[in-house]
């Protein structure tokens, strides 16, 4: 099935996403495949840049999403990128920390749903929230993470269902990514950062981490014409991690 | 917990059941109590069936509010105080209410995230520590069929749920060997929270087993995987063959 892409449209005719957590490894990654498959793109950052927005801030989520259809003038696709990690034993992890990325990942995001929802269904969008293997497969000292990541999931099915035939919402839910992030996890692991890449590749059938040029190709899939029919899923690019 | 003269006397398993005075946590309650488990039975508001409960039982009854991470603390402490060291952890307490996204204010999100969820980790990171003292412990979280699958005008129920599996399965990895943590996901039971429209015999008929479960057949299902040896970071949803995937 040929169909037109994004690209074959004039520049002012382009749809436009906005992407969350611009500024890290996949979201750089994200903006640049969108982008490149003719998205105008509003990267929103935790700071700086025209679409700053703290998304741990309850106001945050709709002040972002007015700012970018007030400039762009419109909004056709929300992928929700952003996120905040830390990790700790369940029984020692501090209760405000623990909240903050629960809060941060889960919360902002149906923020940033709830407050794109109306404007997506008159311009038949959709949403993408970025979710991860962790937050199914569990992960040792990532309990507010996996919880985060694992709600993302529930709300996408949720907002599926409700949204239907309107907006279209999925999950993408990757292994892990070589990205900045990895520290995170090589300091919990009391490890450096090339031991930690060697450990997860070893973990993985395909034999490595991801690049996240290859994470951020199924959100465009997602959000193309051959994405048409997906609504309610959760697209794993892992490796084959969570295959057993 | 005072010492006496003579030989030890085996008070039994103790489990802690948050929700307790009502629908599936209090059906959970009656059934861990007929096994030989003293009962903590918490409840939020509902004190009297709580207290009723725990006389008719032998437990005893606590309230607080599982969203205060310190309350929950508190809880577990005079549970361990007064029944000895905690068993199994039910974390059932919860409510339902159906809103259209748009419609799902920053309250109710926050008040949904901090009862389904924050109830499941404040609970377990105040039980864990005694669980690793006695060398054993076993957490069971209330998940829900709707995790599983979604529904519309539940965003912050589902989300809530679903969070739980993920926070289960991170933490069954986390404190395995000693403590197991697992969910059961119930479909429709009769409770206090089923909508009214689940009652009649339209839901049922899209039931393959033709109707809503019971909140007995429920915590049969929790008394199980509570004790089953060999099992955590389970998902087990006893929801009439709804869920078929």
Redesign the interface.
Known sequence: MTRPTALDRPAADRPVALVTGAAGGLGSALVAALEADGWAVAGATHHGGPYAADLADPAAADDLVRRVIGTLGRLDLLVANHAAMTMAPVETYPVDDWWLVVDTNLSGSFRLARAAAAHLASRRGAMVFISSEWGIIGWPEASAYAASKAGLIGLTKALARELAPDVRVNAVAPGVIDTAQLQVDADSAGVDLDEIRRRYAAATPLGRIADPQEIAATVVFLASAGGAFYTGQVLQPNGGTTTA | MTSREGPAVDRGRVVLITGASGGIGRAAAVRFAAAGYRVGVHYLTNRAGAVRLAEEIDGVALGCDVAD?NAVAEMVQTVEAELGPIDVAVCNAGFYEER???R?D?AL??RT?RVL??GC??L??AV??GM?ASGHGSIVMIGSE???????????Y??????????????????APTIRVNVVAPGAVDTPLLPDRDRGPGYASTVPLGRIGRPDEIAEAILHVAEAPWTT?AVYSPNGGVVIQ
Do not use: M, N, Q
């Open positions: 991470p259209p996204l748009a799902i920053d999100w926050d995230l969820l924050g980790f404040h377990t990171r864990v520590p690793r709707l995790s599983l699958i979604g529904g519309a005008d539940v965003a912050a589902v989300a809530a749920k679903a969070a739980v599996l993920g926070f289960a399965r991170a933490i069954a990895r986390e404190l970071g």
